[in-house]
């Protein structure tokens, strides 16, 4: 009895259910995934070898590497503008362009795939206008080759670039830029010598995100992509379903995660959410490293410091009109880049209230067509119900134990907290891929593969990350002495978490919980492996539907899924974020 109590007053202990659902479902499997592509007990490399004799998979794998690559570097070039207009910004403009950020981030991937179709197809949006315009003759082949590739990949990861960035951002005393250039450092000088250092772990963390997960990317390459475009991912995912060799399969997951983990080693992803305010020293340019060089360029500097000095001063009393133009080109920068994020989404909305019997724009006349052939198809309608169930209980299940998880990572020590809080988050820092085939194994050994609740199990892993870095966030800011205080005054500590603690980090609760179910609702990867072919989510079926045939029901679906965000930020709002009088007056109630 004694020791159960010494062990309830661990706070590690609450991090358990959480680690128990994780180990049975994704890190044993994990384990013995790895053992199979080393043909244990035997232990040989005969599946990497494989792997590497074959031409085909070397060019996949390079072909993986150079597409994620590529597109990181798009989004950066980018991301980061877009995200120092965003800091520049006044507050209220401020809150309101990042919003316009996260409501496509937390919008169906599906959805955003389906609304480049659209657009790049042979009848989409571009050609049609090019050739109503006589600008040609024929269609364009916008769609099923690299570039298309790049554009749906760069639009879906952009907002994952931009977000960390302008959080690093916020971050940066905007007085070393105004004292750079009070001792006559110019714009740009000031920026690269004091600013963009500061920004440099945004820069990193951006990147890491952006490049890990196009690495798993599946769905974007398969349908924007041509033959020749096909990922790593992709190739894995049809060697599950052409043919079921899990010791090669393992092998190509085993590859494309050694990949992923060379990148975050050799980079590091930090998560501790602190960042250095001193600036480093700029590296030594060419010229320094040679005395020649050096000397004519003390020279230089010696020579024109006067004229420097003179400049400075009269273009400090002076009209600001370069000033302005930087302003005006910044705004139309930053309205280009929104317009490439929310465009798409908006068309398919309009578009799914078209008279015609094919998707067009503009529409021939307006009509509720799709929408009445969505509700009154029962495979549709099914298999929105089915994700809307499956979601719900995974909601449930990974808030309740994320929850309990990152309480008890507060409360716990620094360096057990980092290896704990990397452990839960490993799910959704590996290539989706290998999560999926990992998962795959170990229902399969728990006789749950193409069941609700395997795909519920399925989908908690990874739902859990998510809970657990939001609550985190929010207990960081939480005054422990309240929890202390009501303590004394005799509340257990089971009374003062439900009357002091739950009710102040409720914000952190929901925003969790509603994270954690648009990520159940919109998976469609790890689905597509465990869910067999008895159980069929709505992201299922509109993949099945764009693969085999593009049905004008799908864009009235893709409304519908662009919108849930919308409306799940709406509930944020009135919910959690608000404050809350009357949670005010609860706290302030003596305990009893």
């Known amino acids: 009895m004694k020791t159960l109590q010494k062990l309830g007053r661990m706070p590690i202990v609450l991090t358990g259910p959480a680690l128990a659902v994780l180990l049975v479902v994704f890190g044993i499997p994990m384990i013995l995934l790895f053992l199979t592509s080393l043909k244990a007990p035997a232990f040989s490399l005969i599946n990497y070898q494989s792997f590497f004799g074959q031409p085909a998979n070397v060019r996949v794998l390079y072909q993986t590497l150079e597409i994620s690559g590529v597109a990181t570097a798009i989004c950066l070039l980018i991301g980061y503008p877009t995200a120092y207009l965003i800091v520049a910004a006044s507050k209220r403009l401020r809150m309101a362009l990042i919003l316009l950020v996260v409501i496509p981030y937390l919008t169906s991937l599906l959805a955003r ?44 990861m952009l907002p994952l670039m931009i977000l960390p960035l302008v959080s690093v951002m916020m971050g940066i005393d905007k007085s070393l830029m105004a004292a750079a250039r009070s001792m006559g450092a110019r714009p740009f000088t000031a920026f690269w010598r004091v600013f963009f250092p500061l920004s440099v772990p945004g820069v990193r963390s951006g990147c890491l995100l952006v490049f890990v997960i196009c690495l798993g990317f599946y769905i974007t390459p398969a349908a924007l992509g041509g033959l020749g475009d096909a990922m790593l991912s992709t190739f894995i995912a049809s060697q599950v379903q052409a043919f079921y060799d899990i010791g090669r399969v393992a092998a190509s997951a085993f590859i494309l995660l050694a990949v992923a983990i060379v990148v975050l080693s050799t980079l590091g992803l930090d998560l501790s959410g602190t ?155 590996f290539p989706v891929i290998v999560v999926g085939i990992a998962t795959y194994l170990g229902l399969v050994k728990l006789g749950l593969l193409g069941s609700i609740t395997g795909i519920v199990l399925a989908h908690t892993i990874g739902a859990i990350g998510y809970v657990v870095v939001i609550v985190s966030a929010t207990l960081a800011n939480f005054d422990t002495r309240l929890e202390r205080a009501a303590m004394s005054m005799g509340a257990s500590p089971f009374r003062a978490f439900i009357r002091v603690t739950l009710p102040l980090i409720r914000p952190g609760i929901i925003g969790g919980a509603v994270f954690a179910f648009l990520a159940s609702f919109d ?33 009235a679906v893709s409304s519908l899924l662009i919108l849930l965000p919308v409306a799940c930020l709406i509930v944020l709002y009135f919910t959690g974020l608000r404050s809350d009088p009357k949670g005010r007056r609860t706290l302030l109630s003596p305990a009893v």
Do not use: C
């Open 113 to 156: 795939t389906y609304a480049w179709i659209v657009i790049l197809g042979d009848n989409g949006l571009i050609n049609n206008l090019l050739l109503e315009l006589g600008l040609i003759s024929s269609p364009l082949q916008l769609i099923y080759n690299r570039l298309a590739v790049y554009i749906g990949m760069v639009h879906i």
């Open 523 to 555: 998976e469609i990867v790890v689905t597509s492996l465990v869910a067999g072919f008895s159980v069929r989510t709505l992201p299922l079926k509109m993949w099945e539907n764009i693969r085999n045939q593009i049905d004008p029901t799908i864009a």
């Open 275 to 429: 960042q250095r305010r001193t600036a480093k020293p700029a590296g030594k340019s060419w010229t320094s490293w040679s005395p020649v060089f050096g000397g004519f360029k003390r020279y230089l500097g010696e020579l024109f410091t006067s004229r420097r000095a003179k400049h400075w001063t009269t273009q400090l009393y002076q009209a600001g009109s370069e000033r302005n133009w930087s302003h005006v080109v910044g705004i139309m920068f930053l309205v280009l880049v929104l317009f490439y994020l929310l465009a798409p989404e908006l068309l398919v909305v309009i578009m799914s209230f078209s008279a015609g019997q094919f998707l067009e724009f503009p529409p021939p006349g307006l009509s509720l067509q799709w929408y009445r052939s969505f509700f009154g198809d029962p495979s549709w309608y099914g298999a929105a119900w089915t994700s809307i169930q499956i979601g719900i209980v995974t909601t449930i299940l990974s808030t309740i134990l994320g929850t309990l998880a990152a309480y008890g990572l507060n409360r716990t020590f620094p360096r057990l907290r980092s290896f704990v809080t990397m452990v839960i988050l490993t799910p959704i820092t």
